[in-house]
């Protein structure tokens, strides 16, 4: 794990979680230096079912390594209107450009209605993100909100092959796609 923000150590941190094996490595390791609270938050994830297994994954995590968790919820037709137009973009495109945004948008907000000073995400623990652009995002969103963003690349230092690894010994479900309708084929 590779930190790009100057956040001092025992701050609050509103962590963004996309799914268990992003999580399951990426609170465990934020939580060696700060006080982190878990956001599910992912109006994007299709189909209906599919969100239920990443939901019920994540809950999973929570109770064999307790963190305190909040469940987001709503946002679906933000997410229609935000990748309308978009659908024919590649994986780390607009598209994926207009997701991310929305999601650390809305925990950005929720940690400010929570009082929490710093928000992140796990979403840079995955090869097929890029950490360069989800930490932009979270920089132009701290720039806007006034909370602070944790940028970070979770997979350095084998950060990814960890949280296999630790999905795997946990028996968590692990996805075969990033989660919207699109990223399916």
Known sequence: MILLADIPPGTEVLLHICCAPDAAYGVGALRERFDVTGFFYNPNIHPREEFRKRTLATLDLMERAPFPLVMGTGGEQEWEEA??????????????EACIRLRLRETARKAAGLGMPAFGTVLTVSPKKDAEMINRLGREEE????????????KK???YLRSVRIARELGIY???YCGCRYSIR
Request: aromatic fraction near 4%.
């Open 83 to 96: 990748t309308r137009g978009l659908a024919g973009e590649p994986e780390r495109g607009r598209r994926c």
């Open 143 to 154: 720039a806007r909100s006034g909370i602070r963003f944790l940028a970070a690349d979770l």
């Open 157 to 159: 230092r084998d950060g």
């Open 174 to 176: 692990r996805q075969r």
